[in-house]
């Protein structure tokens, strides 16, 4: 009885893990370099000197407001305002970008039919880099 269970156990693991093989070996990885991408986007140094511009009136706006209050509190708190919001403005103007990014990369992946893409400096080997690809699909957008 306990041969039968484990017999029974051992053909269970094996077709388990033959089955899990099959499903990896559909999968088609491809890599790209995300950073590659990002500063090769079209719009990226537009978007950097606006990101620069905002910043510096973000920091202007702190400075005004900062010689206008007489305690240390209440400057630290217009300068965490004022960062915070710099941020959430900086956020709103990357999206763009990302959204342009992940359009390209879905559909380069897709076009080459590769079910899974990876970051490529996350990955010690393997998968087909696709990063050229994306960055020019992303060049027809301009």
Same mark, same amino acid.
Do not use: W
């Given at each position: 009885?306990?041969?039968?269970?484990?017999?029974?156990?051992?053909?269970? &693991?094996?077709?388990?893990?033959?089955?899990?093989?099959?499903?990896?070996?559909?999968?088609?990885?491809?890599?790209?370099?995300?950073?590659?991408?990002?500063?090769?986007?079209?719009?990226?140094?537009?978007?950097?000197?606006?990101?620069?511009?905002?910043?510096?009136?973000?920091?202007?706006?702190?400075?005004?407001?900062?010689?206008? &209050?007489?305690?240390?509190?209440?400057?630290?708190?217009?300068?965490?305002?004022?960062?915070?919001?710099?941020?959430?403005?900086?956020?709103?103007?990357?999206? =763009?970008?990302?959204?342009?990014?992940?359009?390209?990369?879905?559909?380069?992946?897709?076009?080459?039919?590769?079910?899974?893409?990876?970051?490529?400096?996350?990955?010690?080997?393997?998968?087909?880099?696709?990063?050229?690809?994306?960055? =020019?699909?992303?060049?027809?957008?301009?």
């Amino acid at each position: 009885m306990v041969r039968k269970l484990v017999l029974m156990f051992l053909v269970a &693991v094996v077709c388990s893990v033959a089955f899990a093989g099959a499903a990896l070996a559909e999968e088609k990885i491809a890599i790209i370099d995300p950073q590659k991408v990002l500063y090769s986007h079209p719009k990226f140094q537009d978007t950097q000197k606006q990101i620069k511009a905002m910043m510096d009136k973000k920091q202007q706006e702190a400075k005004m407001a900062m010689d206008a &209050v007489k305690t240390e509190d209440e400057q630290k708190r217009i300068y965490m305002q004022k960062r915070q919001e710099a941020a959430i403005e900086e956020q709103k103007l990357m999206e =763009v970008l990302f959204k342009d990014i992940d359009l390209a990369i879905r559909t380069v992946a897709q076009a080459k039919g590769f079910t899974l893409v990876l970051d490529k400096n996350q990955v010690f080997f393997g998968g087909t880099d696709i990063t050229n690809d994306v960055i =020019v699909e992303l060049s027809k957008k301009k």
